[in-house]
């Protein structure tokens, strides 16, 4: 069992910066592949960047603006967000996985197990 804590949500302004973490429980954080999604009102949850082993990946829309990385000396992984843009505004989460097998199933909430209870950004233009 994993429990996900994301923090590091907040308001700024468009342009800005802002770095969420995702603090787990457990010893066996290091052995999970993490992932993290965001849902902002109204649409569907949508995948913004992943962990697997020391691979990592980026939807389109942030790509050259955000970077995830995990610390397993303290269960944490980040997501540093630059270059801020109002429509990053969302509720974000992370996710667990034990297993990714499926070619892209970094990008796919069905294949993660745990999930955190999300931290609000919020992008002001």
């Known amino acids: 069992q994993v429990q996900l804590v994301e923090s590091g949500g907040g308001l700024v302004q468009s342009g800005g910066s802002l770095r969420l973490s995702c603090a787990a429980s457990?010893?066996?954080?290091?052995?999970?592949?993490m992932g993290w999604f965001r849902q902002a009102p109204g649409k569907e949850r949508e995948f913004v960047a992943a962990?697997?082993?020391?691979?990592?990946y980026y939807a389109d829309s942030v790509k050259g603006r955000f970077v995830v990385s995990r610390d397993n000396a303290k269960n944490t992984v980040y997501l540093q967000m630059n270059s801020l843009k109002p429509e990053d505004t969302a509720v974000y989460y992370c996710?667990?996985?034990?297993?990714?097998?499926?070619?892209?199933?970094?990008?796919?909430?069905?294949?993660?197990?745990?999930w955190g209870q999300g931290t609000q950004v919020t992008i002001s233009s």
């Open positions: 996710a667990a996985a034990r297993w990714i097998t499926k070619a892209g199933g970094y990008a796919a909430g069905a294949t993660y197990d745990y």
């Open positions: 457990g010893r066996t954080f290091s052995i999970y592949n």
């Open positions: 962990l697997r082993g020391v691979n990592t």
